[in-house]
């Protein structure tokens, strides 16, 4: 069964520090897609990116750089010079797929962490 | 580009009633996916639709149901409310019909049951 595990319940730093959060997962399927989204106390939850479990390239998008790595399971996100405004809750979400690529539709998310960036 | 829409924002309802909430996903999707955050439980999925049809369905009662319509707009309909049902049922959207393309959000419905 697929489970996605996030350790760090809470996080809170002071502006500009880095942060790193984690996200490790188990799934059986060969061919899977990793996921993170951001929820704002707001409540809707906002896309950060997807991973193709085939794509083990590292991205990065302005302050925000992910880094997958299938050898431990994991796909952690960081945020660079972190800012008031990345106090959120954030989520990291697997989707598994059969061998063709068609998942079941089903996202299942790891627990969250709240990050909170003090002024 | 609108995104995820959903009504009401706020519903309160009493245990045993019936509740009715509905969700217009982003222009050019087809499919519709149903998830509940409940405090304590995380967000938990619960439906998915494609074209009309129900495509998959989470670890939740037979009172817990949907639909789809022609416009691919959503329904999910919850009978004999629980007190546990209390939580925010979050909507999302996404193109095609294979179920990896990413999901898009939308503001979610708060049900409070007393």
């Known amino acids: 069964a697929q489970k996605v595990t996030q350790a760090q319940t809470e996080i809170s730093v002071v502006e500009k520090e880095d942060v790193t959060l984690d996200c490790v997962y188990e799934t059986r399927d060969t061919t899977y897609y990793l996921f993170w989204y951001k929820q704002p106390p707001s409540g809707e939850l906002v896309f950060l990116i997807r991973?193709?479990?085939?794509?083990?390239q590292n991205e990065i998008s302005g302050r925000y750089s992910w880094n997958f790595q299938k050898s431990t399971s994991s796909f952690n996100f960081t945020i660079t010079a972190s800012q008031v405004v990345d106090s959120a809750v954030y989520f990291c979400?697997?989707?598994?797929?059969?061998?063709?690529?068609?998942?079941?539709?089903?996202?299942?998310f790891g627990q969250g962490t709240i990050l909170t960036v003090h002024p | 580009e609108a995104g995820v829409t959903q009504s009401p924002t706020h519903l309160i309802k009493t245990r045993g009633q019936q509740a009715t909430l509905r969700c217009s996903p982003i222009s050019g999707h087809t499919s519709v996916y149903w998830y509940q955050q409940a405090l304590g439980l995380g967000l938990q999925f619960l439906l998915w639709y494609d074209e009309g049809e129900e495509r998959n369905r989470g670890n939740f009662p037979p009172r817990f149901s949907g639909r789809q319509f022609p416009n691919y707009s959503s329904e999910l309909n919850v009978n004999a409310l629980e007190l546990e049902d209390s939580a925010l049922y979050l909507c999302?959207?996404?193109?095609?019909?294979?179920?990896?393309?990413?999901?898009?959000f939308g503001p979610g419905t708060r049900l409070l049951v007393l």
């Open positions: 999302a959207s996404s193109v095609g019909q294979w179920g990896q393309e990413t999901q898009y």
């Open positions: 979400a697997l989707s598994e797929a059969n061998a063709g690529g068609t998942s079941y539709g089903k996202l299942t």
């Open positions: 991973r193709n479990s085939f794509d083990e």
